[in-house]
């Protein structure tokens, strides 16, 4: 399977703060990768898909890039709402596989 | 639009299976693929495995294989997750999901059910 690392595990920020979430495929995925948020008791939803394409209704502020192993989630002004964990997932072989995750929280 | 309704919570006993449904409304469900995701408390995200069901052809992430079994039913639209053999570990809340767009990326999810393995 895809190994997945996502840095850094914790976060803390403060609102409106720029913020990058970096996450490692073991081998080139080309640009199928996916980005969600999860609050807790929640299912995770999903902001980005084909490593930089915006799901519909996702805020702008967010943003992904990236190909073949290397992948960042940005949030360009952090706001309260986006107090979240957030993890990447691969979809590059028939055999899926998400990070770790990555817990944003307030500074 | 696509809706992912999962059967109810369970509580089961170490060395048993638990079987979790997921029923699709509001879309072409055999041409949709369907994955299973589990959360143990605390934890992050799993994936468990997929099915497509127009193919009928599900596959298994490494550490589930022998243990997990889904299905589909094309009639009633509906996915299957049984999990053999449980463990206090397999504790979890178990989600179905799909990608419905054409590039990926699942955006729709099941509310999620929750398994409890506890003798």
């Known amino acids: 399977d895809i190994q997945m690392t996502q840095s850094p595990s914790t976060l803390s920020a403060s609102v409106g703060d720029r913020v990058t979430i970096t996450c490692r495929a073991s081998?080139?995925?080309?640009?199928?990768l996916a980005w969600y948020q999860q609050k807790p008791g929640k299912a995770p939803k999903l902001l980005i898909y084909?490593?930089?394409s915006l799901e519909s209704g996702v805020p702008s502020r967010f943003s992904g890039s990236g190909s073949g192993t290397e992948f960042t989630l940005t949030i360009s002004s952090l706001q309260p709402d986006d107090f979240a964990t957030y993890y990447c997932?691969?979809?590059?072989?028939?055999?899926?596989?998400f990070g770790q995750g990555t817990k944003v929280e307030i500074k | 639009q696509v809706q992912l309704v999962q059967s109810g919570a369970e509580v089961k006993k170490p060395g048993s299976s638990v079987k979790v449904s997921c029923k699709a409304s509001?879309?072409?469900?055999?041409?949709?693929?369907i994955s299973w995701v589990r959360q143990a408390p605390g934890q992050g995200l799993e994936w468990m495995g997929r099915?497509?069901?127009?193919?009928?052809?599900?596959n298994y992430a490494q550490k589930f294989q022998g243990r997990v079994t889904i299905t589909a039913d094309k009639s009633t639209s509906t996915a299957y997750m049984e999990l053999s053999s449980l463990r206090s570990e397999d504790t979890a809340v178990y989600y179905c999901?799909?990608?419905?767009?054409?590039?990926?990326?699942?955006?729709?999810w099941g509310q999620g059910t929750t398994v409890t393995v506890s003798s």
């Open positions: 999901a799909s990608p419905t767009g054409d590039w990926g990326g699942m955006d729709v």
């Open positions: 509001g879309g072409t469900f055999s041409s949709y693929t």
């Open positions: 099915i497509i069901p127009i193919l009928g052809i599900a």
């Open positions: 081998q080139s995925i080309s640009s199928w």
């Open positions: 084909k490593a930089s």
């Open positions: 997932q691969q979809y590059n072989s028939y055999l899926w596989t």
